[in-house]
């Protein structure tokens, strides 16, 4: 039985050696096979390996641990791809201090193959660390003895910090306009940057994250949290997550915190970050604390000022005077989601406010003009980014000023009233804004129209040349034209004849040559100052002089 059980082992490492000798890798140093240690129990006899290295190793019975050294000159993430044919394997790291940063237990193998494979990338920031591999299925339960592989590699993230960082007295000093490169390591929960804004305006940070999990938190110079951002998990599939963030600040200095955690301290995740940041000026017309009354800002009529709600800042005030009772126009373009307005008088009691003023997400703004009945005196104008009171707050850029009435700026209240269509003008509704005036018409319809003339009656006295006409008479009509020539087609030799009255139904026409045909239709007109307006012709009639 003896000789089988060796047989089968010599089988079992001689298939793992051919399986794992087809899956290509790419060490970050030269390939070195480390044999079994004989007295590497302890972190001072460890064996002292590169990464890239092929660790071959045993447990036995009087042989509880295998223990490695290693050196990183950089961060990154280090691979072990384990095979072990032993039941269970444990797989621990420590610093030089003894302290323990990753484990892994409880490996039990594939009793059908009799071994267990498994991969593992493991953060670390650079230094020095001691990796031990043990039989044990967990802590010192269940020891069992064997032999394992165990493949090792190495890749830098290129990080931009330097550690330790994990305190704001450690933070990186960066500008606003790098590119962070950084990595959460198992040894690592924090990474903070340090910068300061000179000018008031928006940071855009880019972020893409290669860990399944990741947190942002801004502090401002009191170690005051400002704004955060969690729960960012990662796309599986893919294996990363990109984000933009608008930070909307005032000026000052600022420490910007990364961490792996889903939220809080929870969850927490390793790997390798990428951060742009860039950053805009808003161009305030103020930059100086505005947040109560007492350092309310004074602004002038019919000026333009620009003003920004920030992470750390809730209100603008300012405070401007009406010289007599009217209507103020306060015109404002708002790059926020959301913008209210509140006027106080000078007691500071809340007279006229708007809010639920939510932009077009399509164009990124919303424009209004506000008005607002005054008296004369002193007030004070608020503007902050809350959707409602002090709910859902929005942070960004506002364009404002403050002016008398005029039908530019009106947010017009009209009423209307219907004016009936005349012969020389279509019918139209007016409306007509109730505080400027402004007028504007809509909902047209046609001009009237005078009936089409229509001939009731004609004859001729023999051998007198003339034809006397007779027609019915229109409503509305100022008089009635008459047209007759001897061409039915009326293109030339046409006379027409003109007979003002409305009540006038008859016409001798005269001078006409004897026993001829004459084709005649009439028409009415209507006259009113210079304009005039006709019907349409009657039919064409036939007529004989005799």
């Keep these: 039985m003896r000789k089988g059980k060796r047989f089968f082992k010599a089988f079992v490492l001689a298939a793992a050696f051919c399986a794992m000798s087809t899956v290509p890798y790419t060490s970050h140093a030269s390939a070195l096979d480390v044999p079994r240690a004989t007295s590497d129990n302890t972190f001072a006899t460890a064996s002292r390996i590169n990464m890239g290295d092929t660790l071959n190793g045993s447990i ?38 003894g302290t323990e940063i990753w484990y892994t237990d409880s490996n039990e193998w594939n009793e059908t193959v009799g071994y267990r494979r498994d991969e593992y990338n493991i953060y670390l920031e650079k230094g020095t660390y001691y990796i031990q591999i043990n039989g044990y299925r967990r802590e010192d339960y269940d020891k069992v003895t064997g032999e394992y592989t ?41 990474d903070t940057y340090k910068f300061t804004l000179s000018q008031v305006g928006c940071v855009k940070l880019e972020m893409t994250s290669y860990m399944k999990y990741y947190g942002i938190k801004l502090f401002n110079s009191d170690g005051e949290q400002v704004w955060y951002s969690n729960q960012n998990e990662w796309n599986e599939t893919v294996g990363y997550r990109s984000d933009t963030y608008d930070l909307y600040l005032e000026k000052g200095t600022y420490y910007l915190q ?13 790997g390798r970050y990428v951060c742009n940041t860039s950053f805009t000026a808003s161009g305030v017309s103020f930059d100086r604390d505005d947040n109560d009354f007492r350092t309310a800002k004074q602004i002038s009529w019919n000026k333009t000022y620009v003003g920004q709600i920030s ?22 373009t708002s790059y926020m989601q959301y913008y209210s ?45 809350y959707r409602v009171y002090d709910w859902d707050k929005s942070t960004g ?73 007779r027609w019915y008479t229109i409503s509305d009509a100022s008089g009635y034209q008459i047209r007759y020539c001897k061409k039915k087609s009326m293109k030339s030799g046409v006379k027409v004849m003109t007979v003002k009255g409305q009540r006038k139904y008859k016409k001798t026409i005269s001078k ?14 209507k006259k009113s100052g210079k304009k005039t307006v006709y019907g349409k012709w009657s039919q064409k009639y036939m007529l004989k002089t005799k």
């Design 150 to 190: 165990c493949r090792t590699s190495f890749t830098s993230s290129g990080v931009t910090n330097r550690e330790d960082d994990n305190s704001f007295a450690d933070a990186n000093n960066i500008t606003i306009g790098d590119k962070i490169v950084g990595q959460i390591s198992v040894n690592d929960d924090f």
């Design 512 to 525: 006409l040559s004897r026993r001829k045909r004459y084709y005649v239709q009439v028409r009415a007109y």
């Design 60 to 97: 036995t019975e009087t042989k509880d641990y295998n223990n490695y050294q290693l050196q990183l000159d950089s961060a990154g993430c280090i691979t072990l791809n384990m095979t072990a044919y032993m039941r269970y394997y444990c797989i621990r790291i420590y610093e030089t201090d």
């Design 311 to 332: 992470e750390n800042d809730d209100f603008d005030n300012y405070i401007f005077n009406v010289s007599k009772d009217q209507t103020v126009a306060i015109d404002i």
């Design 341 to 385: 307005i509140k006027i106080f008088d000078a007691d500071g009691k809340e007279i006229w406010d708007t809010h639920y003023n939510e932009w077009n997400s399509n164009v990124g703004y919303r424009k209004d003009s506000q008005n607002v009945v005054l008296s004369a005196g002193k007030y004070y104008l608020q503007i902050n980014g």
């Design 258 to 270: 990364v961490d792996g955690y889903r939220v809080y301290d929870w969850d927490k995740a390793t």
């Design 397 to 469: 850029k506002y364009v404002f000023s403050v002016s008398s009435l005029s039908q530019t700026n009106c947010n017009h209240d009209y009423s209307s009233k219907w004016v009936d269509a005349t012969y020389f003008e279509k019918g139209y509704r007016l409306y007509i804004c109730e505080k400027c005036g402004k007028k504007y018409k809509d909902d047209y319809v046609a001009k009237r129209q005078l009936d089409q003339g229509s001939i009731s009656s004609w004859y001729s006295s023999a051998g007198k040349g003339k034809i006397y006409l």
